[in-house]
Every structure is written in structure tokens, then in C-alpha cells.
């Protein structure tokens, strides 16, 4: 579900780590449209919150296609439309052993998250070649 949410569901894309974080912003932002400065947001989800948190574990057989998937979209669309989970958690596509958390900001419990730090921070330019 990289950054395949259709237009008109708002998600708000997470990942489990800060490096997880910048290897998904390279990959799926162009060199041209690279930021020069980024914001990193670091979320705490209380422990409360957590069960409503949807971890997909079955997901189409081209998820981590480079296309866009339409399944993809609709299984995003469904689990954030019905409002039932804050987010869901599903494996990169660029690092299937890692996870991002892609939260639901239309949720009722959306504004427990708590924000512990924001930071800004500039991407080496030796990766963004």
C-alpha cells in the first residue's frame, strides 16, 4: 500500500523507523521534487490505542508491484472508510521485513496520538543522486 491510497481517503504514512522513513521518501519522491529540508515527526501510540491497529496480513499477490494497485487502494479505502481502525500496519515493499503504520486521521482516537519530538533534517545529497 505504498502511497497508492486513493484520492479522497486521507492517511497520514508512518514507518517503524526513521531510516524506513527516508528510504520511502526516495523511492517514491523524484529527485526534482525532493525536498531540501524534511520534517521528522516522532509519534507515540498508547498502549490503549494499539489493538486498534490493524496488522494486514494478507494482502494481493501485487502488492509491492511498482504500479499502482487498484486492490491495494480498495483495502485501504474499506479499512480506513468504515473507521473502525486507527491505522494498519503493512510490510515495505522496499524492505518486506520491516513495516510502515499508515494511520487513519478521520478515526475518533486520532488525536490520543502523541507527538514526543519534531526535528527537521536535510537528506544526504550523496543518496539523492
Not at 481502525?85 to 522496499?94: D, F, R
Not at 478521520?106 to 543518496?127: A, G, Q, Y
Amino acid at each position: 500500500m505504498e502511497a497508492d491510497d486513493p484520492i479522497g481517503t486521507p492517511a497520514l504514512y508512518t514507518s517503524e523507523s526513521k531510516s524506513l522513513a527516508v528510504l520511502e521518501i526516495l523511492a517514491h519522491t523524484t529527485k526534482q521534487l525532493m525536498p531540501s529540508e524534511c520534517i521528522l515527526i516522532t509519534i507515540e501510540i498508547p498502549k490503549n490505542l494499539k489493538r486498534k491497529i490493524k496488522k494486514i496480513v494478507s494482502l494481493p499477490p501485487d502488492w509491492d508491484s511498482l504500479e499502482t494497485s487498484e486492490q491495494t487502494q480498495t483495502l485501504g479505502r474499506i479499512e480506513f472508510n468504515e473507521n473502525k481502525q486507527l491505522g494498519i500496519v503493512v510490510p515495505s515493499s522496499i524492505i518486506r521485513q520491516e513495516y510502515n503504520i499508515i494511520l487513519n486521521p478521520r478515526h475518533k482516537e486520532f488525536n490520543k496520538l502523541k507527538v514526543l519530538t519534531i526535528e527537521s533534517f536535510k537528506i544526504d545529497e550523496r543518496v539523492v543522486q
